[in-house]
């Protein structure tokens, strides 16, 4: 596995490796990688020849009083882990490779991004589209994966992906959860065990709501109303938002409609902020 840390660099292997017919996959990451992460990299490997693995904390997609100071980095542990999930290329610049001096060009989704996520985190998305419009421009990558726990996120790229005629495949992969059903997230460190036992009932609505459904409850208030409540047994539970949602656009419904909606719900467990979602 190669590292690599230079934007000229990679540019140039992925020229390489296209004059040679290699199918590139790209799986985009800012690092701390979980067991979610190497699943995205291994589903990447399944489809294509070499594996690209960007890790870069994305400085335009927190917020001002968000964590990315904080945001945990352990690079080391995650070059091990890429390579052992079949990562060809580490792809790891510094901000300033990715964000030169007088960097002023963004790009912004401005319909899928603005509800859910968008309230709360008005200029997260489009932190998102920018530096991923980026990373497909340095490595035009023929597939990139993502992840089904940020849902809002893969319909947002998605749509940036068909409004500015990118080729790229976005390939979606399932959330991976713990055994007791928390989804897996680079957040998930900062929970304490009483924290962590609190959060299960994010994961525990979603599947009372999915469960609802599957005996033929098709109202969106009636599933909002019960895993409402699920949550708010929680004394450290505080709901962001609570909504069924279409899949691709991201507007609320009230009625599901099954394959195309969405429960999505994001919740503070004390100071650590959660999200995950099931396909109804
Ligand atoms: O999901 C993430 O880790 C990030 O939002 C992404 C897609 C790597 C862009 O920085």
């Known amino acids: 596995m190669q590292k690599v840390t230079s934007v000229t660099e990679m540019r140039t292997l992925a020229e390489e490796l ?31 020849d070499t594996v690209v693995v960007s890790i870069f904390v994305n400085p335009t997609q927190f917020g001002p009083s968000e964590d990315f100071s904080k945001y945990p980095r352990d690079l080391e542990a995650d070059l091990k882990r890429c390579e052992e999930a079949g990562a060809d290329i580490v792809f790891a610049p510094t901000v300033e490779e990715i964000y030169p001096k007088g960097y002023s060009t963004f790009v912004t989704e401005e319909f899928v991004g603005k509800p859910l996520e968008g309230v709360s985190r008005p200029t997260h998305f489009r932190g998102v589209t920018t530096v991923v419009a980026i990373l497909f421009n340095i490595v035009r990558p023929d597939l990139a994966v993502f992840g089904q726990k940020d849902a809002q996120q893969v319909a947002v790229i998605r749509k940036m992906v068909q409004d500015l005629q990118f080729t790229v495949d976005i390939v979606t992969a399932p959330t991976l959860r713990e055994t007791e059903g928390l989804a897996l997230s680079s957040r998930n460190r900062y929970l304490s065990n009483n924290q962590r036992l609190e959060s299960l009932a994010i994961s525990e609505a979603l599947r009372y709501a999915k469960g609802m459904v599957e005996k033929g409850e098709l109202r969106s208030d009636r599933l909002i109303a019960e895993a409402t409540h699920i949550l708010g047994e929680k004394r450290r539970v505080r709901i962001i938002y609570i909504s069924v949602v279409d899949r691709t656009t991201m507007e609320a419904m009230r009625e599901v409609v099954p394959g195309q909606s969405l429960l999505a719900i994001a919740a503070w467990v004390d100071e650590v902020r959660l999200i995950d979602n099931v396909l109804l």
Do not use: F, W, Y
């Open 18 to 48: 296209r004059s040679k017919d290699q199918i590139i996959g790209l799986v985009p990451t800012m690092g701390a990688l979980h067991e979610g992460h190497l699943s995205l990299i291994r589903q990447a490997a399944e489809q294509a």
